[in-house]
């Protein structure tokens, strides 16, 4: 570190990935909206991906080659690799010692956060010129198995730690916390309703059959939080959970609604949404996000630190369509005893006691 360094204030460097076909001119989902919330200048530089499956593959050179690949995007998942590498890029450029990481994402986009989260820890960050070589980098973090090579019974497998370390020593950032020694390398991850499929229907992606490792156990975020969406049951959107073994300040809460009711997908007058973008703001600025106070209030419509009014959790659940039981079917999702349900579920229950069909989710006895 030389001495420029050690007097640069340290910042924030917020990543935020949305999910499946989300073009950034809509501005519906919460991670736009916390793209918007987020303060934006030298002290919090921030990153915006619109998701899988909007603008098509950066190697698609056509229209028609674009259009395929953001298709298949939709269906299939296709592009989860490009979203990786680019973000990926993006902190190799603008780290600098002491800055803190922050990660946020939805649906597919959380799962790619969570990707993002898991190459940080294989492989850590590269040099910030070193960018042509981000490719080989998530291909070594696609590879990983073991944790170490003291753990790897095949001789292929520890050689491959070996060069995923000599690779680390010779073109890794030396400021970036090194992978695997039990130091925390995200200030920060903060996902709405994490979903593993692979698109629409559900199919498996002939184009991109990589396995991303480190998506459940994130040992190397320190506060994580997770909001999961008590009343969706589509088959194709099975939540995707963090490990029991996560450690550090992890918390997972269930609240009111389908998928996109929790990730802010929906394009109606719902402020159901509302309920989980505050919470995950306010979370988030308990770990040290900078929030611009003026657009928290147009966003949400309350002054920054005021509570929501309950009304907000009584917002209409989007009705998940009959043509999904062609497409996978129905799985109700399963929350376990302990979990954390958010007290806007109490509400909803609560204001339709005496209606002709009340608010009753699957809760555990």
């Given at each position: ?10 910042r ?9 076909t ?41 229209r ?33 010692p002491g ?6 994402g ?21 040099h910030?010129?070193?960018?042509n ?20 019974s095949?001789?292929s ?52 059959v ?30 995707y ?21 929790v ?10 949404p ?38 907000r ?46 608010y009753?989710p699957?809760?555990?006895?």
């Open positions: 570190m030389t001495d420029t360094d050690a007097d640069t204030p340290t924030n460097l917020v990543v935020c990935l949305d999910g499946t989300n073009e950034p001119e809509t501005g519906f989902t919460n991670v736009a909206r916390m793209f918007d919330v987020a303060v934006k200048d030298h002290r919090q530089l921030v990153y915006y991906d619109p998701g899988v499956g909007t603008m098509g593959s950066r190697a698609a050179v056509t028609i080659g674009r259009g395929a690949t953001r298709a298949a995007g939709m269906v299939a998942g296709y592009g989860i690799r490009d979203n990786i590498e680019e973000a990926y890029g993006w902190l190799c450029q603008r780290y600098r800055d803190q990481i922050f990660v946020f939805f649906s597919r986009g959380a799962y790619t956060a969570r990707a993002l989260t898991g190459m940080l820890r294989t492989v850590g960050l590269l910030g010129d070193a960018l070589l981000v490719p080989y980098a998530l291909k070594l973090y696609v590879k990983s198995g073991p944790t170490d090579a003291g753990t790897a095949d001789s497998v520890r050689e491959f730690w070996r060069l995923r370390e000599n690779f680390r020593k010779q073109f890794g950032n030396p400021d970036f916390p090194n992978p695997f020694q039990n130091r925390k390398q995200i200030r920060f991850l903060g996902v709405w309703d994490t979903v593993k499929s692979v698109g629409w229907l559900n199919l498996r992606a002939r184009f991109e990589a396995r991303w490792p480190f998506t459940a156990n994130i040992a190397n975020v320190e506060t994580a939080r997770h909001a999961l969406a008590i009343d969706e049951q589509r088959r194709p959107f099975a939540e959970r963090f490990a029991d073994t996560a450690g550090g300040d992890v918390e997972e809460v269930w609240f009111p609604g389908v998928h996109g009711d990730g802010g997908q929906c394009r109606d007058a719902s402020r159901l509302d309920v989980t973008l505050a919470w995950m703001v306010g979370e988030a600025h308990a770990a040290g996000l900078l929030v611009d106070q003026r657009a928290y209030r147009r966003l949400l419509h309350v002054p920054w630190g005021a509570p929501l009014p309950d009304d959790a009584l917002g209409p659940i989007t009705p998940n369509s009959g043509w999904w039981r062609l497409a996978g079917g129905w799985r109700p999702r399963v929350i376990r005893t302990g979990d954390h349900v958010h007290p806007s579920v109490r509400v909803r229950i609560d204001a339709t006691r005496g209606d002709q069909v009340p009753r699957s809760l555990p006895d």
